[in-house]
C-alpha cells in the first residue's frame, strides 16, 4: 500500500482513540458563516493528478508495479476516473461549483513516451486542457510532474540515475514551450519532501512487499533496476533525494526560461507539528521532514505550495495517539481542523514566501465531516492570515473520488463521487459547501 503522508502519520501515530464523527450532515456551512472575506484575487480551487484521474496511463511507471504480480498494490488504476478523454466535465464540475481554479498535472509519460521523444499530440492535449480552463474562467495550476514518471526512467533508475535532473528538466523545458503561456501558477514536483524518509519508520514486511514488487518489474523488464516516482523502498535515498532537489531546480530554471513572470513553486507535504512537555522531538521531525526541501523552496520559488491533512502533537518520544473523542478519517487518523493554518503558518515562517494551499481535504466516506471540515479550516486560515501569514489560494483535494495509489479507490477524498462502470459523476454536499465558501469569497 503506497501513500507517503497516509503512511508516515499512521507509522507514527501510536494508538487509537474512539471515533466521534460529526453525528449530524451539516445542513449548509453558509449557516455557519462568519463573514470573514478573503482578499480579492483569492484562488478558489479543487485538484487532481493526471494518473489518479486519466486512466489507462499504460506507459507510467506505477502501471508496471500495479500489474506484476503479488504486486502491493490494493488495486491497478484501470481507467480511473476516464479524466483523460473527460476533461471537459470535470472543468465543468469545478466551474460549477463556483471555483475559480483548478490544479491537474501533466502526464510526463505521455508527453515524452520514449527518452528524447516527445509527442506534439500530447502537448495539445494538456494545451487544450489550459485553454478550456481559460475559457471557463478558471486559473490552471499546474504540476509538472506529480508522482508517476515514464517507465523507460524507471526502468533507467528513476531518480537514483544521475541523468535524471537534465531530464527532468529537458521535459520541463519541451512542456513550458508549448504551455506555458496560458498557465497561471506552476509547480515543479509534488510533495518530494517525502522521498526516500518512509523507509526508515516502516515495519519491515512493506518494505520488503515493496521491494519485491520493484524487483518483480524490473524482471519482467529486463533490468537491474526498475525504481518509481512514488516508492517505499527507496535502495539510495540521499542520491534519490539529491537528484530530486536538483531536478527542481533545473526545472525551474527551465520553465522561468520559457516565461520569466510564470511564478513556479513546489508543493511540501506538511502536517501541523506540535510539541507538547519538555524536550519535545518537535523541531527534530520537523528538521528530517521538511528542512532541506523548505530551504530550497525560499531559494529557488516564488511561492510555496502546503499540502496539509493532519496534525501531529510531538513529546519527548514521539507523536501522541489522537485524543479521545477526535474525529477521525478512514485510516484511523485524527481529522482537526486547525492543522491547515498551523502548516500554513509554519511554512511561512521557514520561508517568508506567498502560501498556496495547494491540498487540503479529508479521506472519508462520511461526507459530513468533509462539510465540517472545509469551512472549519478555512476559518482557521483565515485568522493566520489576519495576523499577516499572506496566503493567496486554497486549493481542495480533491475534485473526484480517485485512485489513491496503493490504497486503490478505497481511500476516497473527493467532493464528487463517480460510478466505475459509468464514470458518471456525482457531487456531494461538501462541494455546494466550498462552493458557496468560493462565491462569496468568505467563510
Ligand atoms: C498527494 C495526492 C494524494 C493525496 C491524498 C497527497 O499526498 O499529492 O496524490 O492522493 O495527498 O493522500
Redesign the pocket.
Known amino acids: 500500500m503506497i ?4 503512511l508516515i502519520t499512521s507509522a507514527l501515530a501510536t494508538g487509537a482513540a474512539g471515533a466521534l464523527l460529526p453525528g449530524h450532515a451539516l445542513a449548509d456551512a453558509v449557516a455557519e458563516a462568519t463573514g470573514a472575506s478573503f482578499p480579492d484575487g483569492f484562488l478558489w480551487g479543487a ?1 487532481t ?1 493526471a494518473h ?1 484521474v486519466e486512466g489507462n496511463n499504460l506507459n507510467a511507471d506505477l502501471w508496471v508495479i500495479e500489474n506484476v504480480p503479488n504486486t502491493i498494490f490494493a488495486e491497478r488504476s484501470g481507467d480511473a476516473t476516464n479524466s483523460f478523454d473527460l476533461w471537459p466535465v470535470d472543468l465543468d464540475l469545478v466551474k460549477s461549483m463556483g471555483l475559480n481554479t483548478y490544479r491537474f498535472s501533466l502526464e510526463w509519460a505521455r508527453i515524452e513516451p520514449d527518452k528524447g521523444h516527445f509527442s506534439r499530440a500530447m502537448l495539445d492535449h494538456y494545451k487544450a486542457m489550459i485553454e478550456g480552463c481559460r475559457a471557463r474562467g478558471l486559473k490552471p495550476v499546474v504540476t509538472f510532474n ?2 508517476t514518471t515514464p517507465r523507460w526512467f524507471a526502468a533507467q533508475g528513476g531518480w537514483h540515475n544521475p541523468e535524471s535532473p537534465l531530464l527532468f528538466a529537458r521535459f520541463c523545458d519541451r512542456a513550458a514551450k508549448h504551455l506555458a503561456s496560458g498557465i497561471a501558477l506552476a509547480l515543479t514536483l ?2 518530494p519532501n ?1 522521498a526516500g524518509l518512509i523507509g526508515e519508520i516502516l515495519p519491515p514486511q512493506l518494505l520488503a512487499g515493496d521491494r519485491a514488487t520493484q524487483e518483480a518489474a524490473a524482471k519482467q523488464l529486463g533490468v537491474p533496476k526498475y525504481s518509481p516516482g ?1 516508492a517505499l523502498y527507496v535502495p539510495e535515498a540521499k542520491t534519490y533525494r539529491a537528484n530530486m532537489m536538483e531536478a527542481h531546480r533545473r526545472g525551474v530554471a527551465a520553465i522561468k526560461a520559457v516565461r520569466s513572470d510564470l511564478e513556479v513553486g513546489v ?1 511540501l ?1 506538511l502536517l501541523d507539528d506540535q510539541a507538547v512537555g519538555k524536550n519535545s522531538i518537535r523541531d527534530r521531525m520537523r528538521e528530517r521532514y521538511y528542512g532541506e526541501w523548505l530551504r530550497l523552496a525560499a531559494e529557488t520559488c516564488d511561492f510555496i505550495g502546503v ?1 496539509n ?1 493532519e496534525r501531529k502533537i510531538w513529546d519527548d518520544k514521539g507523536s501522541l495517539p489522537p485524543p479521545a473523542g477526535a474525529r477521525l478519517n478512514t485510516a484511523g487518523a485524527e481529522v482537526w481542523a486547525g492543522s491547515l493554518a498551523g502548516a500554513v503558518r509554519y511554512a511561512w515562517e521557514a520561508t517568508k514566501l506567498p502560501v498556496y494551499v ?2 487540503h ?1 479529508v ?1 472519508s466516506d462520511d461526507d459530513a465531516l468533509r462539510q465540517w471540515l472545509i469551512p472549519a479550516a478555512l476559518a482557521d486560515l483565515k485568522r493566520v492570515m489576519d495576523e499577516g501569514v499572506p496566503v493567496r489560494g486554497y486549493i481542495h ?2 475534485l473526484i473520488d ?4 496503493g ?1 486503490g479507490y478505497r ?1 476516497r ?1 473527493g467532493l464528487h463521487s463517480f460510478d466505475r462502470e459509468t464514470f458518471k459523476r456525482t457531487a456531494k454536499p461538501s462541494a455546494r459547501v466550498l462552493g458557496a465558501i468560493a462565491r462569496r469569497n468568505a467563510v
Open positions: 501513500n507517503r503522508r497516509s485538484a493528478a489518479q506529480h508522482f509534488n510533495e517525502l512514488v508543493s507535504a499540502q491533512y495547494t491540498e481535504g479521506n483535494w480533491s480517485n485512485f489513491e495509489w490504497f481511500y477524498f
